[in-house]
């Protein structure tokens, strides 16, 4: 099973969909400069584009890693104003720990340009259809399972 954790950004027009997503890079890195954060970066005037379209209200950005995946959403219009339903706290976990990968959604009409303009900034950030789940290969990896060899371990 795969442990998650959820965070809800308040977005427009309580910070501009560009500042959002610096938050959310912000989290995500921990702070911490770095290829990772510089990577996130690169991407976001794309970012805020699917972040301004209102594609992560209900449609979560999903990071997976080498530990728990995270859902982020972002809030809107009264409720962003008045935030009692965002949670912008720190995760208590490195969300980009090994082989990450952030997962935008995004409307059908715009997932072509899109996945095009990510492809540009490399692979680990992609887009799918606000109506698709993340695929199951872009599940947080598990632990690999240990097997007890009896026989060996008895020979030795």
Known sequence: MTTVASRTFR?????????????????????RAGEA??????????????IADKAPEDAAIVVTCDGPRTRIYCLYDDDAVE????????????PLNGDWRVSLPCAKDDLEWVQ???????????????KDNVPANAEAKQSPSLVLDPKGFLES
């Open 37 to 50: 954060r510089t990577e996130l970066l690169s991407v976001c005037g794309v970012a805020a584009s699917v």
């Open 83 to 94: 935030g009692s339903a965002a949670n912008e706290s720190p995760l208590g976990f490195d």
């Open 11 to 31: 977005s427009s027009p309580y910070r501009a969909a560009t500042e959002t997503w610096k938050q959310i890079v912000d989290l995500l890195t921990q702070d």
């Open 116 to 130: 095009g303009a990510l492809k540009n900034h490399g692979a680990r950030i992609t887009a799918r259809d606000i």
